[in-house]
Nanobody, 125 residues
Framework: VQLQASGGGLVQTGGSLRLSCAAA????????MGWFRQAPGKEREFVAA????????VYADSVKGRFTISRDNAKNTVYLQMHSLKAEDTAVYYC???????????????????WGQGTLVTVSS
């Protein structure tokens, strides 16, 4: 599956953004979807994941209560709604997809099948 992330941009501290990740292909609903991010000079870190139906989600502690992951299987799209943005949220955000692993292990997976190209989020203080 090919993933295309969008929605990044420049926002002030405390602001909101919604990222989208559109998947090409007819089998979107078989994939567990997630978001990772990588800040300048830092390692990539897990942000959130959502199961195939959209009924279960998991978040990194750093974004819990501020970010919401959701998906629309009819539109082959996964979203990341971000509120109360902080300077430390500045990063390139990547969406990812895998059909074999669960959301519980998504963040620690050694290998994820598919990645989007990334979209830059910059939070100015």
């Amino acid at each position: 599956v090919q993933l295309q992330a969008s929605g990044g941009g420049l926002v002030q501290t405390g602001g909101s953004l919604r990222l989208s990740c559109a998947a090409a292909g007819r089998t979107f609903s078989v994939y567990v979807m997630g978001w990772f991010r990588q800040a300048p000079g830092k390692e990539r870190e897990f942000v959130a994941a959502i199961n195939r139906s959209g009924g279960s989600t998991v978040y990194a502690d750093s974004v819990k209560g501020r970010f919401t992951i959701s998906r629309d299987n009819a539109k082959n799209t996964v979203y990341l709604q971000m509120h109360s943005l902080k300077a430390e949220d500045t990063a390139v955000y990547y969406c990812a997809a895998d059909r074999r692993i669960t959301i519980a292990t998504f963040g620690d997976a050694k290998h994820i099948d598919y990645w989007g190209q990334g979209t830059l989020v910059t939070v100015s203080s």
